[in-house]
């Protein structure tokens, strides 16, 4: 199954439009997209989420 990624420069209506087809049309896509969100969910925690989450994103930037 093929999972479309976005990111800020793919936010364009074509790339966005194609992401949401395939997310309503593919239950395995959804399936994957969901088992992924609740990953990063257990990973960010309940409590400080929003630091954690922008520590993870500055991570991820300097590792390009």
Do not use: W
């Not at 800020?8 to 969100?37: C, G, Y």
């Not at 960010?44 to 590792?63: F, P, Y």
């Amino acid at each position: 199954t093929e999972i479309y990624t976005l990111s800020l420069h793919d936010a364009l209506p074509i790339s966005i439009s194609k992401a949401v087809v395939k997310l309503t049309n593919d239950q395995a896509a959804r399936d994957v997209m969901t088992s992924e969100f609740d990953a990063i969910i257990a990973e960010l925690g309940e409590s400080g989420a929003s630091t954690k989450a922008a520590r993870v994103i500055v991570d991820e930037l300097n590792q390009k």
